[in-house]
């Protein structure tokens, strides 16, 4: 099972919502494009098991002058890791990781700033990979589509 590191006490878990969870704020975030396998590995035959991390490294409000109000930023990285059949003819499976940073903005549902009085310490931030899917393009070359849902609870719920 995948799993994130906490930073402090206001980041959980990484899970996506579940029933009876109450999603106070929230963003989505897609991470497409392509990757490279390193020229210090063999090239690809075919890949047969993927795994992730999140961290989210920073979880903090940026104050908004005009209009007044808040922001919620985000940001992190996921830790994308293939496992793969080599083609070679020894050393078959292999792994390779890469580092995919993120950073999302927070606001209310309809687009506008959170309230002046908005505190962060009354929340805690989950990461949740709503979708992830890679394909081979070729021997060394994989495309990638990540959706990671990004969301606030209350402390209290």
Known sequence: MPTKQCFDSNVGDEMCPGPGDVVAYHT???LNGLLEIPLNKPPKEEIFNI???IDI???TTVTVKRPPGKKVLVVGKIM???EYI???PDQKVHFAHWDIPFQVLIKNDDGSLLPTDFNLEEYIAHACVEHEEVQQVDERTI???I???IWL???DN
């Open 153 to 155: 609870q209350r402390i």
């Open 57 to 59: 490294t920073k979880f």
């Open 28 to 30: 989505q975030v897609p």
């Open 143 to 145: 495309t990638k589509e």
């Open 80 to 82: 994308l890791g293939i």
């Open 147 to 149: 959706v990671l849902l």
């Open 51 to 53: 795994r992730h991390e």
């Open 86 to 88: 080599a083609k070679v």
